[in-house]
């Protein structure tokens, strides 16, 4: 049973997203530590890319400043080591293909086991591609983490059925970054993942006030933030710690009161 | 069932989730379209009728005596409607975005020429159309952004990144991932996911297949070699296409050197980059060590990408072709000889493959044929030669 399974296992999970390396690799841990501390299930952490294809703005920005600030995978990795002394939260790394095959897939997904990563969402690598990594995964009890889209249609079967640590549902059409409204029938994507598999399903993109992750969390097992973290990362830099704390104790509270109100119903 | 994506070890369909519908929508539409008759028929007529194909294949004797080599031949791409080989892509691409029922197309554009092609496509086919172009190739192109404009297209500058081509296509992808249901990403080159190096392959092959046609008409043999620039490869790939068979015939890419390989200025993928996966497929890129796609630099805003296509790296894998470097002095200097010489402005990403003919020719015995896809032409670049010259003219 990996890790991230644990981030599940209280209820509702909140994933709080943010790029290693805003603006340095210092505080990017502290964020990190804060989020845990203000009620954050699972952390995703950004591996900064240079062309990052699935983001909206607010990312990309992160993106170019971590790599002003050389965020590259050997620190990434000494970070992870080294947070690992304090928490044992479900860590999972979201990267573009590139920096990976680069770097080596054996010395990645075994550098990722030695830091005790638990898994790894790769944006542009889908089902069809993904034999790319599955081994070196498999050998390291690294979970690659599957995406399925508002347009995966007849995909979500074969997708579901192979998916392992949690499924990445992606709310809406388009890229990363904050949204007000969000018009998917996830529901019913929701229905069609339960029927291949019961691993956790989290619902991502385009996420930023309470009230979304409430009602996105009621319907799924937990919802992933990333835009609306960055942003406040992006404000306030090296300071940014205490204000990510509180805005994700507010997320949080919202998923557990809406929890909580489902009960009294 | 991966196999049929690749060329021996690369290609593949490395795309978002979100877009992995919508691109074996396009597959199985084009496997459909392409062997129908009304398709080939329509599309045919619009190559013939529009475009102005074929193009010619003209014998440059004056360049062919000056070198006192081997006799060159240059396939006159410059010649089709909107002065280049994207045409011929882009009437492909538009005609079966409207069999697919889609109402809207969508491209990248690096020196504007794909851009260009697109819109007029758009125009005619009556179809929305949406380019995205580098803020600096808006600039050094601002020519081409008005006439996108003026054939009806929306152009969008875009500023991430390093504002060229590799961002205009990282824009259009994530424009693409936004709406799939009514558009088509008609992509300029052989590059990206698959079907699109295919697709814009088999539309480009025109290029050789009347090329090789008209040369064993004209000179009852096949050429020594054939000669073409190369970004992201598509000229080159129609230019080889139907002589990889002929193995006595040497296919050579040029591509762009900048101020020079060993400097950090150039885009020469086959020479200094190396393997990698990037907007959608495994190829050979200008990367730094951990992976990052390296910001390129050319002279040519058309060949100023970072990656070459999957079939082109195969063939290079396999030793059926071989790329070399041209450098932008090299170049420039072939846009004004093949100017003086024959009385043709060739665009400044064709003078490329021009540059390595003036190198190669007078090597060869004058018994052997050399032919050169001029790409386009370069009323689009004469202001930027001026001013490479030191010459400030009002375009």
């Known amino acids: ?265 | 069932m991966n196999n049929n994506t690749k060329f021996g070890e690369f290609g593949g369909q490395y795309v978002p989730e979100i877009l992995m519908n919508e691109i074996k929508n396009l597959e199985k539409s084009y496997e459909y379209h392409k062997n129908n008759g009304s398709f080939i028929s329509e599309l045919d007529d619009l190559l013939k009728n529009y475009a102005g194909r074929p193009s010619l294949l003209y014998f440059a004797e004056n360049m062919t005596k000056d070198l006192g080599g081997a006799k060159i031949y240059l396939k006159r791409e410059d010649l089709n409607h909107t002065g280049s080989h994207k045409i011929n892509n882009v009437l492909g691409q538009a005609l079966l975005a409207k069999k697919m029922g889609k109402k809207r197309i969508i491209a990248e554009t690096g020196a504007g020429q794909h851009g260009v092609a697109a819109a007029t496509a758009a125009a005619l086919l009556g179809l929305e159309c949406e380019i995205f172009m580098g803020k600096e190739d808006t600039l050094r192109q601002s020519l081409n952004v008005y006439r996108m404009e003026l054939l009806g297209a929306k152009v969008h500058t875009v500023e991430s990144g390093t504002q060229t081509l590799k961002d205009a296509v990282n824009e259009a992808m994530r424009e693409w991932s936004k709406r799939t249901e009514d558009t088509l990403y008609v992509i300029g080159s052989v590059m990206g996911p698959h079907p699109f190096p295919m697709i814009v392959r088999d539309f480009q092959s025109v290029i050789s297949r009347e090329a090789r046609e008209q040369i064993l008409k004209l000179e009852g043999k096949l050429p020594s070699a054939v000669i073409a620039c190369v970004g992201g490869g598509s000229n080159a790939m129609g230019m080889f296409y139907n002589f990889i068979n002929d193995k006595s015939v040497k296919l050579i890419g040029c591509e762009a050197a900048g101020l020079g390989v060993n400097t950090d200025k150039h885009a020469a993928s086959m020479t200094k980059g190396r393997m990698g996966i990037f907007h959608g497929m495994k190829s050979i890129f200008c990367q730094d060590e951990y992976g990052q796609i390296a910001p390129v630099y050319s002279i040519s805003a058309g060949l100023d990408y970072p990656g070459i296509g999957p079939e082109h790296a195969y063939l290079n894998s396999i030793g059926r072709a071989s790329y070399i470097a041209v450098t932008d002095d090299e170049a420039v200097c072939a846009f004004e000889y093949l100017s003086k010489t024959e009385g043709i402005i060739p665009a400044i990403e064709s003078a490329h493959a021009v540059a390595y003919a003036m190198k190669t020719a007078p090597l060869m015995k004058k018994d052997e044929i050399i032919i050169v896809c001029l790409s386009g032409r370069g009323d689009k670049d004469v202001a930027a030669i001026a001013k490479y010259r030191g010459r400030k003219i009002n375009e």
């Open chain 1, 1 to 265: 049973m990996s890790n991230i399974s644990n981030a599940f296992k209280n209820g509702k999970a909140f994933i709080g997203f943010l790029t290693a390396g805003d603006p340095d690799i210092e505080t990017t841990k502290q964020c990190i530590l804060k989020m845990e501390e203000a009620g954050a299930d699972l952390i995703e952490i950004g591996i900064p890319f240079s062309d990052p294809i699935a983001e909206g703005s607010v990312i990309q920005s992160a993106n170019i400043r971590a790599l002003k600030s050389n965020t590259f995978l050997d620190k990434i990795f000494e970070a992870v080591i080294d947070l690992r002394k304090k928490t044992d939260i479900p860590i999972v790394f979201l990267t573009y293909i590139n920096p990976v095959f680069n770097y080596g897939y054996e010395r990645f997904f075994s550098d990722c086991k030695e830091s005790k990563t638990d898994g790894l969402i790769i944006p542009d690598l889908p089902f069809e591609e993904k034999h790319e990594v599955s081994d070196y995964a498999r050998n390291n009890d690294i979970d690659v983490i599957s995406l399925i889209a508002p347009t995966s249609d007849n995909r979500i079967k074969q997708i579901a059925k192979e998916a392992s640590g949690f499924i990445y549902l992606v709310s809406s059409m388009g890229v990363t970054g904050v949204r007000s409204e969000i018009t998917t029938d996830l529901k019913t994507i929701v229905g069609l993942i339960r029927e291949q598999t019961d691993i956790p399903v989290a619902i991502g993109f385009g996420i930023n006030t309470p009230k979304q992750a409430a009602y996105l969390s009621k319907i799924s097992d937990g919802v992933i933030v990333g835009s609306a973290i960055v942003k406040i990362i992006e404000r306030y830099g090296k300071n940014s710690p205490e204000y990510v704390y509180e805005y994700v104790k507010s997320m949080k509270n919202a998923i557990k009161s809406n929890m909580l109100s489902n009960i009294s119903i």
